[in-house]
């Protein structure tokens, strides 16, 4: 079955650019999904961040969408986030998903275990 | 952006009890893009409910989504340890997904 891995560094400086890639195993990212990253602040809620079909086209949340950019990489079969000019509120656990849309549901089913970013000097 | 509002925050029940979460839109939903999330410490949120009352894979009946609109339901019927955690709606609509701020069911 299909499972996602989240990576990249867990230290952001403030006013620099986080990165973080998900690698999908048992299945294609060109398969007809959408992919998807959330994000979770320690001791707070789920807030999607924006989520690509392997096409290339996206769809990024309004608050985020001045600072974020994700990519598709089909050859290597993983998707990316960046998002720019962070500070300490962008410290949280990223999560990336894939959409699942079956006879017109949509939902997110199944996640990568998540990877932790702090943003700190 | 339709905003869903969770309630109560927090809810304290005993194993065997029922809970009932709410999960109110700022807009009518879509039955067919509203879905239901648990999520345990330390644990990605995992899949109960889409279509609002349709239950994913390998979740037990004891679990179930009701409501239409502006207003739906998950039930546990009859709590199990397994089940203290927090739990999360989730809407899809104008190509933007919102979660609900999240019910926790914490044992009393």
């Known amino acids: 079955q299909v499972q996602l891995q989240e990576s990249g560094p867990g230290l952001v400086k403030p006013s620099g650019t986080l990165s973080l890639t998900c690698a999908v195993s048992?299945?294609?990212?060109?398969?007809?999904?959408?992919w998807s990253w959330v994000r979770q602040p320690p001791g707070k809620g789920l807030e999607w961040i924006g989520e690509i079909y392997h096409s290339g086209s996206t769809n990024y949340n309004p608050s985020l969408k001045s600072r974020v950019t994700i990519s598709v990489d089909k050859s290597k079969n993983q998707f990316s986030l960046k998002l720019s000019s962070v500070t300490a509120a962008d410290t949280a656990v990223y999560y990336c998903a894939r959409e699942g849309a079956s006879r017109g549901y949509y939902y997110m089913d199944v996640w990568g275990k998540g990877t932790t970013v702090t943003v700190s000097s | 952006e339709i905003v869903l509002t969770q309630s109560p925050g927090t809810l304290s029940l005993s194993p065997g009890e029922r809970a009932t979460l709410s999960c109110r839109a700022s807009q009518s939903v879509s039955s067919s893009y509203l879905a239901w999330y648990q999520q345990k410490p330390g644990q990605a949120p995992r899949l109960l409910i889409y279509g609002a009352s349709s239950r994913a894979t390998g979740i037990p009946d004891r679990f179930s989504g009701s409501g239409s609109g502006t207003d739906f339901t998950l039930t546990i019927s009859r709590l199990e340890p397994e089940d203290f955690a927090v739990y999360y709606c989730?809407?899809?609509?104008?190509?933007?997904?919102?979660f609900g701020q999240g019910t926790k069911v914490e044992i009393k």
């Open positions: 048992g299945g294609s990212i060109s398969s007809s999904n959408w």
């Open positions: 989730q809407q899809y609509g104008s190509s933007v997904w919102t």
